[in-house]
């Protein structure tokens, strides 16, 4: 009997998971062809039927010193009862992802991208809204930056790619 019931859920359980999930590497691709910095782009909706919801915003392009181009998108993954999972994406000149830094809350990814400078204001009631974090990428990908929260406290968070 557990065997039937498992090969049943299997069948039926997989497909949901397959499709529970909007193609992330299409619609990604979609937003940086439209290549309209600022301007999120909604795919999906977190209701009943539809249990996921993806929102995307282009930062814009990063030129290094070095003549290796970089474009960042920020990406909020809504799921189940409202979690969220939030990163900002890192893409080379031709469209190709190469990783991300996984930001802990929504409030967390920055809110622009300024000459080669990525800058989080503080929109959470528990930060300072006077301090902001301002992100060097002129002289590449850092391996981890910290976001201020306030002048002591903050988080650190890290590349994770193929680079």
Same mark, same amino acid.
């Given at each position: 009997m557990f065997p039937k019931l498992f090969f049943i859920f299997i069948l039926i359980g997989i497909p949901e998971i397959g499709i529970s999930?909007? +193609?992330?590497?299409? #619609?990604?691709?979609?937003?940086?062809?439209k290549n309209v910095i600022g301007k999120e782009f909604v795919f999906g909706k977190c209701d009943e039927k539809a249990k996921t919801e993806?929102?995307?915003?282009?930062l814009g392009r990063i030129k290094t010193k070095k003549g290796k181009t970089y474009k960042l998108m +920020?990406?909020?993954? #809504?799921?189940g009862s409202h979690r969220a999972t939030n990163r900002i994406l890192i893409f080379n000149g031709n469209n190709q992802y190469l990783g991300n830094y996984a930001v802990t809350m929504t409030s967390d990814l920055p809110t622009e991208l300024n000459n080669g400078i990525l800058v989080?204001?503080?929109?959470?009631?528990?930060c300072d809204k006077k301090?902001?974090?301002?992100?060097?990428?002129?002289?590449?990908?850092p391996k981890e930056f910290f976001r201020k929260c306030n002048n002591e406290y903050g988080d650190i968070y890290s590349f994770d790619g193929n680079n």
């Open positions: 999930q909007i +193609n992330d590497e299409n #619609i990604r691709v979609k937003v940086l062809h993806t929102h995307l915003t282009y +920020n990406s909020a993954w #809504i799921w989080f204001r503080n929109t959470d009631s528990e301090v902001a974090s301002r992100i060097s990428f002129k002289n590449g990908l």
